[in-house]
């Protein structure tokens, strides 16, 4: 592994199901995020962790939750999927939680339908 | 005012031409200034960073103006290799996100 891995790449997923979307990174980054990105929109931050053991909330984080078990893995699940979180989703790190450069993963593209 | 704002563009130039993007920000106290580049369903990658001297890479330039809050970025002799969306990116001070990200400018380079 080098850099940032999402797993799945895309996924169709049927309204009301759950959904965890993985994260890994081999950087021994301390800083992880979750964002969404939407036409129009920009990236949208949902969920941040700036080191492990610690979450917290971004702009988006309705409907989302995270977990920060260890430095390398940031799992996003979505509990009961709704159409309104069809979106790429992008997991991101930095070696600091300030203002760092961020490196991000290839993205997932999710589909609720 | 957005914290971060951008022309969406398209800017559609030919091979061979400068062209430049703008971005304004709104928090005078931010200090960190980046510039992403993202290709079409693909992830961010940072371009440069931006310093307060003005910095240039090859035939990326960008330069910061703190009087009045803003970024750009100029590229020079354009390849059609450079057709991307630009993210103008800053630090923020309010929320829970370290960094803001502008919706980018989308740039199309036509032989």
């Known amino acids: 592994i080098a850099g940032i891995t999402q797993a799945p790449t895309s996924q169709i997923l049927a309204a009301g199901r759950r959904m965890t979307l993985r994260c890994t990174q081999d950087?021994?980054?301390?800083?992880m995020y979750w964002y969404r990105q939407d036409l129009g929109l920009g990236l949208r931050l949902i969920h941040y962790?700036?080191?492990?053991?610690?979450?917290g909330k971004g702009e988006v984080p309705d409907g989302y939750s995270v977990s920060r078990a260890n430095t390398d893995d940031f799992p996003l699940t979505l509990a009961s999927a709704v159409p309104s979180q069809t979106s790429v989703y992008f997991c991101?790190?930095?070696?600091?939680?300030?203002?760092?450069?961020?490196?991000f993963g290839p993205g997932t593209r999710l589909t609720v339908l | 005012r957005k914290e971060v704002e951008q022309d969406p563009g398209p800017f559609n130039v030919p091979e061979g031409a400068t062209v430049a993007f703008n971005c304004t920000y709104s928090?005078?106290?931010?200090?960190?200034f980046f510039w992403y580049r993202q290709d079409c369903r693909k992830e961010p990658k940072l371009l440069m960073s931006?310093?307060?001297s003005g910095n240039e890479d090859g035939r990326f330039t960008a330069q910061l103006n703190r009087a009045s809050q803003y970024i750009s970025l100029l590229i020079r002799d354009s390849k059609l290799s450079d057709s991307a969306t630009y993210l103008c990116?800053?630090?923020?001070?309010?929320?829970?996100?370290?960094?803001?990200f502008g919706k980018g400018t989308r740039l199309s380079v036509i032989a």
């Open positions: 991101a790190s930095s070696d600091s939680a300030g203002p760092d450069t961020q490196y």
């Open positions: 950087m021994r980054h301390n800083a």
């Open positions: 962790s700036n080191t492990a053991g610690t979450t």
């Open positions: 928090n005078s106290a931010s200090q960190s």
């Open positions: 931006v310093y307060s």
């Open positions: 990116v800053v630090n923020s001070y309010s929320g829970n996100t370290p960094l803001v």
